[in-house]
Structures are given as structure tokens and as C-alpha cells.
């Protein structure tokens, strides 16, 4: 099992193959858009002016990464694609040039959240892997089985899943699993459409995290977080998560402080070392966790840990 | 346009409505409890003969997926319903294959249709790009006509579609591949959970939360919580303008279509118009 980092430029790719990374995961900014990019962010967000790349940033970036023995996943995961006949040419020559651009610069597989997209790839003979985003929202086998039989090399399932459920969805084979390890939304990802961080000027906050005036049946109750429910943590299962196959554990964090970011890809990172050394998952946990006790305390206890039975999770449909 | 009502569970059917409608859609396109069994079905044939019964099937977990099989399964064998709607990839893939040659139609639902414009702020989102990408943004994620393709194949005859008019004029190009089109007349998606929300709120579980999700709860934003602030702030007027009110129904939030008027205006390109009956009725009775 990797821990997969998120890199918005060669600096910060550094930093998290320093911290242990496996993977990272970038964009670049390229094409059509201004605001908007291929990666499903903005080109900026709150804390940087750019968190895409250009070319040459982008082929340092590769390099580096395969140099320290890390992959990189390309982000093409906007999930939209839609194509009306008349802007059609344009938009699957800027999206295939935008691929194109990945692939000279050497990334190892294509992230993608939209059938069409990845079915123009294969038309075209483009031969890289392609891996499911969370956008396309997965959170049952039968879902993999499409993916994988439509020819995806790796599925991302949701934020929103329970250990005994990944075990199982890990048994279909032909097809790697990727779950997320920290953070995520209260709504599926891929079912959301209350969009934010996409490069927007107005504060439009949170919506998941927002407060509310709540009107039911007749009574409200004023400024309530009425969907509050985010999940931080996962370093509790990282020995279970291991243990299934999940092939890599993925790190949120282009929208987050770099330093932040880098403590929790190093403790997830040490936690996998530990278990790759036949340490037992309790052990492993408690010393990964030691080495930035501090940080972790701090969501520690919240008690707001993913995929293991609590009042968020007891609510899971 | 055939009307069509959008109703969760069979003993909310107003019976007087159906008789006038002749159409309805039974089941949540998020709470797998929600979907209908057959003697459900049999009872409301036996009350309206004549009745055109429609099925919408959720997103669906896997704890839940093999109870969504036996349960889609058992809908079938009745051949008493018209269609099947699936709001989830997986529970499509099983069924294409489980049933090759269903005499139910089969159609793609909103959660696998969802498109941009259905962000309500998607304009805010698109202020700066060029004309071109903003005509791009606001299509429908179905009008690829690989993808159409690849539908088609599975059997797939129709698709529910949230439609305003921000992006009505791609709909022509998706009528024309021969696709029937569903259009939800009074409420967008704005977003799915897989935590049931109105459970949570009043901390119910299954079957006890039933009650709670009779009727949607009404959310209005008073306090945006702001990266930025790392906090929570006052939403600024223009934010307060573009923000709707929330309609909660299970774990699917939605809000009203804007432009209901405007599209029933268009009927004649639309195969059902559905209404959704809880946001009707909390919208009738204020």
C-alpha cells in the first residue's frame, strides 16, 4: 500500500516525496479554461495564487517523482463533460492536447470522472492507464465490476464507506482500490453539486459545513450545522485497509496549509513502513501516531474517525 | 408530456391525483428502504388498473446491495411496472446483466445525469471563462454521443434530467438520439449523501426514521463556515442571493427549479414532466 500525496507545484512535490509519498497526484493548468481547470479545482484557491502546473513544471515534477520511485497520477477528473455538437471539436482536441501534454511529460496514469472521457481515450488508441475518481461516486462491488470491465485500472471509492465494505469490494479482482485516508465532504463526492474551490471570487464557504435556520414540522431551530458531519481520520485502520489490498491510501490537501498536508502524509506514511516491516497494526498505529502526537491529538479528539461504527457513520444508508 | 408523481412510498400515493395522472413514480433516488416490494405494487394495481407505475431505484451501498438485487429482482418478475430508473452505476450493471430482455424500460437517473448547471451558483463558477466553455459547462453530462452509445447498449431507453434555462439548449440534441427525456419539473439536485441527514437530525435509525422523512426539512443558510476565516462568517448579500432554500428529504437535498413555468412551457419536448409531491405540498401549504 502507497500513500498517495496531492502536489500543486515542484516544491510541494518535494516535500511530500520527502515525506514519505508513494504516489502524488497534480494538474496542469492548460487549455480552455481560466478559472476553471481539468483537475476539478480551480487554478488557485484561498492559500495559493496556482495550484496547477505548466509544462515545464509539470516534466520537473514527473522526474522528480521517478527518481524518488514515486508514480504520478495526472488529474483529467472535471466532471463534466458534456459535449454540445458545436463546441464538440474543440473541447475533445483541447482535452486530448491536455492529455497529450501529461503523457510527454511522463505521468503514469490518467485520473478521469467521466465515461465520455474515457471512452474518447480508447477511441483514440491513447494507451495509459485509467483510474476511476471519486466523482464518479462508488460505493458498491457491483459499480467496480463495471469499471473494471469497461477496462479502469483502479477505482477511488468515496469518502463515505465502512471497513467490512471495502473488504469486500477489495475481493473483486482485476482491479486496484484506493480509499481516501483523511478529511472529505458530509455529501458524496460525486453526488454533489454544491460546488466550491473551483476558483470562485464570492466566499461561498462550505456548504456541508455551513450553519442553517432548520424548519421541520412546523418548528426551527436557528443556525444549526445541519450537515456537519465530516470525517478526519483514518489512522485507526490503516493495519485493517492494509491487511484487505487497498492498493493506495489517498491524502486530501491542495486546498490545505503545505505544512499540514506533509505531517499527515508522514505519519501515514510511517504507519504503512511499520506494517510493511511485519509490525502489528495496533504498534504501528501507536508509534506513527507518537512521532507528531501533538497534530494528532488535535483530531484525535474530535472522535471523528472514518470507517469504523460511530454516530456519523451509524446514519450511513 | 405525460405528468408523472414523484411519490417515496407507496402508502403516500394520493389515489384521487394518480387517478387524474394515471402516472406515478415510486421509490428515492438516495434510501434504498424507500424502494417498493411487490405486494405494494400488486395492491396499487388492484386500486388503479390502469395506473402506468414507474420505479426508482437509489444509490446503493455496499451493505445494501444485495437487498437492492432481491428487491429489483422481485420488481421485475411482477410485470407490473413500466420502468426502472437507477441512480447507481452499480445496481445498472447488475441488472443489464441479470435481465437482458426486461420488458421494463430501463433509465438513467438525476445522481447519473447530474451535469454542472445543476450547481446553483454555476454561473458565479463559469463569470470569467469564455463563451465557448461557459455553452460547454452548461450542458448535460449525458450529451456525449459516445456515452450515448455505451447506454444504449446496456439497454438504457430514457433519462431523468434536471433542466432549467440555463441549459436547455443542449436538451434538443438529446431528444434527437432518441432518448426519451424525464424532466423533474420543480426540483434540482443539489446534492446526495450517504449519510441520511434527517435520521441524524432527529437521531432515528431505520425503520424508525420513516416519520421523519414524510416531509422534507426546509434549510436556510444563516452562517457560512469560510476557509478562509477558518470560521464561520455572515454570507455577504450577493451570497445570500444565489444560495437557495434547501429542500432535505432523506439523505438528497434539493432545491426548487426556478424555472418550472418555463419548462411547461416546453412540454412538448419532455416524454414525463415529474412532480415531486413532498416539495409540492410543503410548498402549498407554505
Known amino acids: 500500500m502507497k500513500v498517495k500525496a496531492p502536489v500543486i507545484s515542484l516544491d510541494s512535490a518535494r516535500n511530500m516525496l520527502e515525506a514519505g509519498a508513494g504516489e502524488i497526484y497534480l494538474g496542469a493548468s492548460y487549455g480552455a479554461f481560466k478559472n476553471i481547470s481539468y483537475s476539478a479545482r480551480g487554478n488557485s484557491n484561498v492559500f495559493h495564487p496556482q495550484i496547477t502546473m505548466d509544462k515545464n513544471e509539470l516534466k520537473e515534477t514527473v522526474d522528480l517523482a521517478h527518481q524518488n520511485s514515486a508514480s504520478v497520477s495526472f488529474l483529467a477528473n472535471l466532471p463534466q463533460f458534456s459535449l454540445p455538437s458545436k463546441e464538440r471539436d474543440g473541447m475533445e482536441r483541447n482535452f486530448l492536447d491536455y492529455i497529450q501534454m501529461g503523457l510527454q511529460c511522463g505521468i503514469d496514469n490518467v485520473v478521469l470522472a467521466d465515461l465520455g472521457q474515457y471512452l474518447l481515450l480508447r477511441e483514440k488508441n491513447i494507451d495509459i492507464p485509467c483510474y476511476v475518481s471519486v466523482y464518479l461516486a462508488t460505493i458498491n462491488a457491483e459499480q467496480v465490476r463495471f469499471f473494471r470491465d469497461l477496462g479502469f485500472k483502479r477505482v477511488t471509492l468515496e469518502y463515505h464507506m465502512l471497513t467490512e465494505e471495502i473488504k469486500e469490494i477489495c475481493q473483486v479482482e482485476g482491479i486496484e482500490i484506493e480509499v481516501f485516508a483523511n478529511f472529505g465532504g458530509s455529501f458524496l463526492n460525486g453526488r454533489c453539486s454544491l460546488y466550491h474551490n473551483l476558483g470562485e471570487s464570492l466566499d461561498l464557504g462550505f456548504p456541508c459545513k455551513s450553519k442553517y435556520d432548520v424548519i421541520t414540522q412546523g418548528s426551527v431551530e436557528k443556525d444549526f450545522p445541519y450537515y456537519d458531519s465530516n470525517l478526519y481520520c483514518s489512522l485507526c485502520s490503516v493495519g485493517k485497509l492494509y491487511e484487505m489490498g487497498v492498493a493506495t491510501l489517498k491524502i486530501t490537501g491542495r486546498e490545505t496549509p503545505a505544512n499540514v498536508t506533509k505531517i499527515i502524509v508522514r505519519t501515514y506514511a510511517k504507519c504503512i513502513n511499520y506494517l510493511e516491516n511485519n509490525m502489528d497494526e495496533r504498534t504501528a498505529r501507536n508509534l506513527a501516531f507518537e512521532e507528531s502526537k501533538d497534530f494528532w491529538n488535535k483530531w484525535c479528539s474530535k472522535k471523528r474517525c472514518k470507517y469504523i461504527k460511530n454516530n456519523v457513520t451509524n446514519s450511513y444508508l | ?286
Open chain 2, 1 to 286: 408530456m405525460k405528468t408523472g408523481l414523484f411519490v417515496r412510498h407507496v402508502e403516500e400515493v394520493d389515489l384521487q391525483k394518480l387517478r387524474e395522472n394515471g402516472c406515478v413514480f415510486l421509490g428515492d433516488e438516495g434510501c434504498v428502504y424507500k424502494l417498493p416490494h411487490e405486494a405494494e405494487i400488486i395492491q396499487l394495481k388492484n386500486n388503479l388498473e390502469h395506473a402506468e407505475i414507474h420505479i426508482i431505484t437509489p444509490l446503493v451501498s455496499q451493505k445494501n446491495l444485495q437487498y437492492a438485487k432481491d428487491t429489483l429482482d422481485e420488481l421485475i418478475s411482477t410485470r407490473l411496472i413500466h420502468s426502472l430508473t437507477f441512480n447507481d452505476y452499480g445496481l445498472l450493471y447488475y441488472a443489464v446483466n441479470k435481465h437482458p430482455n426486461s420488458h421494463v424500460k430501463f433509465y438513467l437517473g438525476r445522481l447519473l445525469t447530474k451535469s454542472f448547471s445543476d450547481c446553483p451558483w454555476s454561473d458565479h463558477l463559469n463569470r470569467d471563462e469564455d463563451d465557448s466553455i461557459k455553452t460547454y459547462m452548461n450542458g448535460f453530462v449525458l450529451n456525449d454521443p459516445r456515452k450515448i452509445n455505451l447506454f444504449k447498449n446496456m439497454g438504457i431507453v430514457g433519462a431523468h434530467l434536471n433542466v432549467s434555462k440555463k441549459n436547455i439548449e443542449g436538451l434538443n440534441e438529446i431528444t434527437e438520439t432518441g432518448l426519451e427525456v424525464i424532466v423533474h419539473l420543480n426540483t434540482i439536485i443539489g446534492a446526495a449523501s450517504r449519510i441520511c441527514s434527517q435520521a441524524q437530525y432527529s437521531a432515528t435509525l431505520f425503520p424508525d426514521c420513516k416519520e421523519e422523512c414524510e416531509q422534507p426539512s426546509v434549510l436556510k443558510l444563516s452562517k457560512l463556515w469560510s476557509i478562509k476565516a477558518r470560521g464561520y462568517v455572515d454570507p455577504s448579500k450577493e451570497v445570500q442571493q444565489i444560495v437557495p432554500d434547501y429542500y432535505v428529504s432523506g439523505n438528497i437535498t434539493y432545491y426548487r427549479n426556478p424555472d418550472h413555468l418555463f419548462l411547461l412551457n416546453r412540454s412538448s419536448l419532455f416524454a414525463y414532466g415529474i412532480v415531486d409531491c413532498h416539495v409540492e405540498r410543503l410548498c402549498t401549504n407554505g
